[in-house]
């Protein structure tokens, strides 16, 4: 399981703001023939349980470069589980999060549904999720880094998504202002309150941490919600100019976001890249059903000290 790293002898890395020239060499590395929009980051396969030796170079040269890729395999409507763990296997994954919602195979069916606990929780909704990367509410030692999502059936309209690299918006904050970096890898950014269950019994403690870390393989991590409720933020100005900054990026028209609606046996593959879900209408033949699976690890191959020479 790969943890941030809360020491000061971090390894080189161009997240570091000790280290301004490794930055500008990664960041100049970063944004070359960066993907302009969906399309550079899809790539057609025929069967993402056993993808090609071409088609995985091809997903991964653009995770490489942009921490996500999507598929259009040829599964259509399959709600086969194997496809998307198949699909994470050949990525290196292996540890899911099994999470107390999710399928006795580690993966989630997010489904509306109207019944039952799950009912209560947005992703079981038809509702709009704002910008967020999975698993913010985690444990420090149970960080989510790398997330896929898998489309079974899409709704009948809407549901579109939109994508933004982490590492993207680490940039567009660092140029602005380095200060903005510093003060969002504070320890206590971004706590996330107890969660007491209908008993009063504490079902998750208080989660305070940082909204960007730097792993110790030197990668980062982001752990962000745009969501203002059952959301503690630090309290002073530096803070709050960062994550107003933030939200301005993520609630605007930069080209590093990209928007569009996956269908039917199309697939995301991600290092938790932020995300967020448009609201949508189910009918009697489309009820969107995705498979997401979140891992503890990042995608194999993906490694900063992997993609650029430090």
């Not at 395999?73 to 107390?100: M, S, V, Y």
């Not at 009948?156 to 510093?182: C, Q, S, V, W």
Request: aromatic fraction near 8%.
């Amino acid at each position: 399981m790969v943890q941030l790293n809360q020491k000061r002898n971090l390894p080189a890395s161009p997240f570091s703001l000790d280290d301004e020239d490794l930055y500008r060499r990664w960041r100049d590395w970063k944004l070359k023939d960066y993907p302009k929009g969906l399309g550079d980051l899809l790539v057609e396969v025929k069967d993402p349980r056993a993808l090609t030796d071409a088609e995985h170079e091809a997903l991964l040269a653009r995770c490489r470069k942009a921490n996500m890729a999507l598929y259009a395999g040829k599964t259509c409507a399959d709600p086969d589980p194997e496809i998307p763990l198949a699909l994470g296997r050949r990525f290196g994954l292996e540890d899911l999060n099994r999470n107390w919602l999710a399928d006795e195979n580690g993966l989630t069916s997010l489904t509306v549904r109207t019944d039952g606990v799950r009912q209560h929780y947005i992703p079981y909704t038809n509702r709009a999720i704002n910008w967020h990367t999975d698993g913010y509410y985690n444990t420090a030692d149970k960080q989510i880094h790398a997330l896929n999502l898998h489309v079974v059936q899409q709704a009948a309209t809407g549901g579109e998504n939109a994508l933004m690299d982490h590492e993207i918006a680490y940039i567009l904050l660092r140029e602005k202002n380095p200060d903005f970096i510093r003060a969002l890898m504070a320890p206590g950014a971004m706590t996330i309150p107890a969660r007491i269950d209908e008993g009063g019994t504490v079902a998750r403690k208080e989660e305070p941490g940082p909204v960007f870390g730097i792993m110790s393989s030197g990668d980062l991590h982001m752990r962000y919600t745009i969501r203002v409720n059952n959301v503690i933020w630090a309290d002073d100005p530096l803070s709050r100019d960062a994550l107003d900054y933030l939200r301005t990026l993520l609630d605007g028209d930069s080209g590093y976001i990209y928007r569009g609606r996956l269908e039917s046996g199309m697939g995301l593959v991600s290092n938790n890249v932020l995300h967020d879900r448009a609201a949508f209408t189910d009918d009697a033949q489309h009820k969107r059903h995705y498979y997401r699976a979140r891992y503890f690890s990042r995608l194999a191959g993906t490694g900063v000290a992997e993609c650029f020479a430090l």
